[in-house]
């Protein structure tokens, strides 16, 4: 995949925009949160998405490093995450997705730990 592919992706999340988000998935595409149950299609994946942005004010990502193997992409970054209570914690996470064959997301995984976001 691209850099520019990737940005995009992390644009949408940022923008707490969990349709646009969804919309680059594939029909099947899986979407799973560390050890949560994968959600599957776009319809389901903007539900969940959905349901986490009302739980926080916002988010941002800043890429700390980034590899891009063919189909597959593997990200490296920080997020500040905006709470309802006005602060603000930064987690680590790694995101993973890969993309078919017509450029769309087909597996995606972040794996981070949530607990600081809601101690």
Do not use: C, Q
Not at 49 to 67: D, N, P, Q, S
Not at 74 to 93: K, M
Request: hydrophobic residues 45%; glycine residues 10%.
């Amino acid at each position: 995949m691209s850099a520019e592919f990737a940005a995009k992706v992390f644009a949408l999340v940022d923008g707490t925009d969990a349709v646009g988000f969804s919309g680059l998935f594939a029909p099947r595409g899986r979407m799973r949160f560390g050890n949560g149950e994968p959600m599957t299609g776009p319809e389901e994946i903007a539900a969940g998405v959905a349901g986490f942005f009302a739980t926080i004010k916002g988010l941002r990502h800043t890429v700390v490093r980034e590899w891009y193997a063919g189909a597959d992409t593997i990200i490296e970054e920080t997020v500040d995450y905006h709470r309802l209570t006005g602060d603000t914690v930064t987690v680590p996470a790694v995101t993973m997705f890969h993309v078919d064959e017509a450029g769309l997301i087909d597996d995606f995984r972040v794996y981070f730990d949530l607990a600081p976001l809601f101690a």
